[in-house]
């Protein structure tokens, strides 16, 4: 049955899913599941462990920044790497609806998220613009990476101007070792995303 919106603009909205391939421990979670007890508990008590009050206000100021992230941004899925060597969501990929502004056209809204950076053509066998960043929190005694990578996917069909936008997050200290798993784990991200295919939906 069509939408009003259907009715009124002569558009047919597009009834499309998708799948993605993961590799054996990843999960997918609502986002809820990011910032509850469960989740956080094995790092806030490792840092409490450490006598790290200061990290410990970090992290909880971290974890109402991300809520408030991802309740904006609309996310309604999370695909999570698994736990390696006690460190909490190493990586995660968050899963958000967009939609480009009336009167924009696509390359004008893909600067905007890119804010100056590069857009690049993600290797897929659909149309998939790739957005990567990278920034760090440091303190006096330690350093947090993040590197980000945003796919942007627009929806096949209907007006043109929906889209699934995937982020991919992934942490890392500052070490050798971290640095490495940082280095597998986007490039894991980059794997999964390149398995992306649109499917009717059920």
């Known amino acids: 049955m069509s939408s009003l919106r259907d009715e009124l603009t002569g558009v047919q909205t597009p009834k499309v899913s998708y799948t993605l391939l993961c590799p054996p421990g990843w999960t ?5 599941a990011l910032t509850d007890d469960a989740a956080t508990a094995s790092a806030l008590q490792a840092m409490k462990g450490a006598g790290r009050a200061d990290l410990v206000l970090e992290f909880r100021s971290m974890l109402s920044r991300l809520k408030s992230s991802l309740r904006d941004r609309g996310v309604f899925e999370v695909y999570v790497a698994p736990e390696r060597e006690g460190a909490p969501m190493p990586a995660i990929i968050a899963v958000s609806p967009f939609v480009v502004p009336t009167g924009v056209t696509w390359n004008a809204a ?41 796919y942007v996917v627009p929806v096949p069909g209907g007006d ?13 200290v500052d070490d050798d070792n971290s640095a490495e798993l940082a280095r597998g784990l986007v490039f894991t991200c980059e794997a999964i995303m390149s398995t992306f295919r649109w499917v009717p939906a059920a």
């Open 110 to 150: 893909l600067a905007r998220l890119a804010k100056g950076g590069a857009v690049e053509a993600a290797p897929a066998e659909v149309e998939m613009h790739l957005i990567r960043r990278a920034s760090q929190f440091r303190d006096d005694s330690a350093a947090v990476h993040t590197d980000e990578l945003t």
């Open 160 to 172: 043109q101007r929906r889209a699934l936008v995937f982020q991919a997050s992934v942490l890392s």
């Open 28 to 32: 997918k979670l609502p986002p809820s």
